[in-house]
């Protein structure tokens, strides 16, 4: 367990115990790495994340976590998943495809105040069409720390159809007889030896 450096004092470390099953529970729940833990160490009670953690790779048992209290008047920046609502038109109508590029944003915000997630109605993007990190409504809570240039999602025209064409044309020639190029003399070389 470590925490935000204190004025006039060094950062220090200490090692807890803690029930891993318990941990990984949280780090599998919805706001995973985000979620607000109470920790209490003897008297004293803390609001901690998960800051890092290690996980047997064979097992997927929990090894280690790194615990960072907080202090909940600061903000600080965290990862939150974006999650794309509706149908969208460009796909639906005009057969094109959706394509969820970034799927984290990092936002800076007071620790009560992360949200689980970032929703994105994506109903209206026709094909061609896209949503950029600054195309997001303001919202009070946070603020997007990421690129205002970084695409979140567009919608583009399928790959497939567009080599579709070049591989009828490609079918087509090869359904079709191939042109015989003879070797040897042609009528005309023959016809002046008969003269």
């Not at 204190?6 to 470390?13: D, F, I, R, V, W």
Request: glycine share 8%; hydrophobic share 40%; aromatic share 4%.
């Amino acid at each position: 367990l470590y925490g935000a450096r204190k004025e006039g004092q060094a950062p220090e470390g200490t090692s807890v115990a803690v029930d891993p099953r318990e941990v990984m529970r949280i780090l599998r729940s919805e706001s995973g790495v985000n979620t607000l833990i109470n920790l209490k160490l003897g008297e004293a009670e803390s609001r901690v994340m998960v800051r890092d953690y290690q996980v047997d790779p064979i097992t997927s048992r929990l090894l280690h976590a790194d615990f960072y209290a907080l202090a909940m008047d600061r903000a600080l920046q965290v990862a939150v998943p974006i999650v794309l609502k509706g149908e969208t038109q460009g796909v639906k109508v005009q057969g094109g495809l959706l394509d969820f590029i970034t799927r984290e944003l990092q936002v800076e915000c007071l620790p009560a105040d992360i949200p689980e997630h970032i929703d994105i109605d994506v109903s209206e993007l026709g094909l061609h069409q896209s949503v950029r990190v600054r195309d997001l409504p303001v919202n009070p809570k946070w603020k997007p720390v990421t690129d205002g240039d970084t695409m979140i999602v567009h919608v583009v025209v399928p790959r497939a159809e567009e080599a579709a064409p070049a591989a009828e044309a490609g079918a087509a020639a090869a359904g079709s007889e191939p042109e015989v190029i003879k070797k040897g003399k042609t009528d005309k070389d023959e016809e002046p030896a008969k003269k």
